[in-house]
């Protein structure tokens, strides 16, 4: 017999005694990470935003638009699914517990297909979203005392198996993910260095990203509303027209410049001073930390200044050319040479197999030497490889006409020509020079060296990886993909909605790491395969996995009347979490009532 089930058996045994009746009634709900969700949605102020900036019908009599998104949330952070046909069976299983931590009258036809529909186009609407988004930033910056320094923009595409229509949301486009299938493309700024969704624009998903930054960006300072915010993006934000009107408006911006254009001709020369000033010891040299607590160097690199002129000609500003060079990023460039240098070599050597039946010849010099300039330019590798051929010719002689031969007759050479390369070298002089080129990338940024010297530049880049998360946890922990709605306003809604979900999951994490960060704490029992271990550094998914298998047990007698409601205990871990989050255990005590006699 199990814990729970000797713990229920054992609160039968104590109503009996107490009412002196058999017929008692147990009901058993799986609480979970449920009380912790809803509890950190609350505290974030969910219920309140959503229902000032959703219009509640005059006739609307149920459960307010803004518990039913908190409810539904919790649903989707905790099964992973947001089907919303789901959803009734769920509440069945959790009634009395979301009743008690929602104080709320739920009834089924709260969570209709039809009513959740309703939330959804809600939610798709900018006049609602807009400001749902800005005071909710507002408020957490408020409550969890967060910096408002560095915003990270960027874009995604979420493929589905829908109809592409005219003018509709879902298009076919470039994709990392399936690009046989239609798309959306979802535009995000995130907050450092917490990694939470400030804004989300979901667009239709043949759009090019480059034109998506300034209305993200502008809505975002429309609710910070101060100015030297630092925009950090890829290369695609490094467009002429974001950077000149992020220094109009006195914000800075942090990307990478795209290998075209002018950065193309200027890059050659730039990489050229890098290696010189290498040599020469002349570049500053930039130190991380790696896991396993070494300092090893991140990279290395030089900076310039140069003057832009805004394209409406009403001023110029000064932006800085950071000219980097990545150890790490030269090794793999390295090692894509090496490889496509292996691959050259190999096809090259198949363009003249020895004879044999089967074995197509190159007749031709020019066909040959067309073939191989194919090769070199697939691969990338021109100047780097010299091939050596040379012409061979084979001679038969045969009698002419039919007969056998004889010493007299008259006789003819037949000649058969083909090509064949003897010898494919590699010039290594010329690698070598390539090789001293590879890992250099520069960027662009017009904070100046106080506000953002060269090794703050390069190691804030490299926290990329923080908007990627909420790429990653939108598409892996609240499963975006594959879409269970049709229609384009839900969507619409629905990525919205995800987003807040994806908002707690990462203000979870965050604070109770600062937490732990401050008391230089450690937690145990989050990693079920290594016992020993402890961690500051817990990952939302870990930490809603530690409250796995909290139940709470109902007894009720035939009128339907509760007699015992009982919490299993919490362990130690589960409390510090609670603790260390702000919530206080009574977030889940108070699913309990005591003995009606005690």
């Known amino acids: 017999m199990g814990k729970e089930d000797a713990m229920r058996v054992q609160l039968a045994e104590q109503a009996q005694e107490i009412l002196g009746q058999s017929d008692v009634v147990i009901i058993t709900e799986r609480v979970d990470d449920v009380a912790l969700l809803i509890g950190q949605m609350v505290k974030m102020g969910f219920p309140e935003v959503l229902d000032r900036h959703i219009p509640r019908h005059w006739k609307q009599r149920r459960i307010s638009w803004g518990w039913t998104a908190v409810i539904w949330l ?158 950090v993006g890829d290369c695609k934000m490094s467009a002429f027209d974001t950077r000149a009107y992020l220094a109009k408006h006195q914000d800075c911006y942090l990307s990478p410049l795209p290998l075209t254009g002018a950065t193309a001709e200027a890059m050659d020369a730039w990489i050229t001073t890098g290696v010189r000033k290498g040599k020469a010891g002349e570049l500053t040299r930039i130190w991380r930390i790696n896991d396993r607590g070494h300092e090893v160097l991140a990279a290395e690199g030089y900076e310039l200044a140069r003057t832009c002129g805004a394209p409406d000609g009403d001023g110029a500003w000064s932006e800085r050319v950071l000219v980097v060079r990545s150890p790490m ?49 697939a691969h990338r590798v021109e100047g780097l490889l010299s091939v050596v051929w040379e012409r061979q010719v084979e001679q038969t002689t045969h009698y002419v006409g039919r007969g056998r031969g004889s010493e007299n007759r008259e006789k003819q050479v037949h000649e058969k020509i083909r090509y064949h390369i003897t010898q494919i070298a590699r010039e290594e002089d010329t690698l070598a020079t390539r090789r001293q080129r590879l890992g250099w990338k520069a960027f662009v940024t017009n904070a ?27 598409k892996t922990r609240v499963h975006i993909a594959p879409l269970f709605v049709k229609r384009d306003e ?109």
């Open 448 to 474: 100046g060296p106080t506000r953002l010297s060269l090794q703050d530049a390069v190691l804030s880049y490299r926290n990329e990886y923080r908007v990627e998360r909420i790429f990653q946890r939108l």
């Open 490 to 598: 839900q969507i619409e809604g629905l990525t919205y909605l995800l987003t807040l979900g994806v908002r707690v999951l990462t203000v979870t994490e965050f604070v109770l790491r600062r937490a732990l960060a401050q008391e230089q704490a450690r937690l145990p029992d989050l990693h079920p395969e290594n016992k020993q271990r402890q961690t500051d550094t817990p990952t939302a998914e870990r930490i809603l996995k530690a409250f796995a298998k909290v139940s709470l047990t109902i007894i009720q007698n035939v009128a339907g009347e509760d007699i015992l409601r009982r919490l299993s205990p919490l362990s130690g871990v589960q409390e510090a979490i609670l603790q260390q989050l702000g919530l206080g255990t009574n977030l889940y005590r108070q699913l309990e009532s005591q003995n009606m006699e005690s």
């Open 329 to 377: 990023h030269a090794t793999q460039q390295a090692a894509g040479l090496e490889k496509r240098l292996r691959h050259a070599e190999t096809q090259l050597t198949a363009l003249t197999p020895p004879r044999g039946r089967g074995k197509r010849q190159i007749t031709d010099e020019a066909t040959l030497v067309a073939a191989i300039a194919l090769v070199l330019t």
């Open 74 to 231: 919790a649903y989707i952070l905790t099964e992973g699914d947001h089907r919303k046909v789901s959803v009734e069976t769920y509440l069945k299983g959790m009634h009395h517990t979301l009743s008690r931590l929602t104080t709320q009258v739920i009834e089924p036809l709260d969570f209709s297909d039809d009513r959740l529909s309703h939330l959804l186009k809600h939610l798709s609407k900018p006049a609602y979203w807009h400001p749902i988004e800005q005071e909710l930033n507002a408020r957490s910056i408020a409550v969890y005392p967060l910096a408002q320094d560095v915003i990270r923009c960027d874009a995604t595409t979420v493929s589905g198996d829908h109809a592409v229509t005219a003018g509709g949301l879902l298009q076919f486009g470039h994709s990392k993910d399936d690009p046989t299938r239609p798309q959306i493309k979802v535009m995000m700024g995130s907050l450092d260095p917490l990694g939470m969704p400030l804004a989300t624009d979901v667009l239709s998903g043949e759009r090019a990203d480059d034109g998506l930054y300034l209305p993200i960006i502008e809505r975002i300072r429309h609710g910070f509303q101060r100015p030297g915010l630092l925009f």
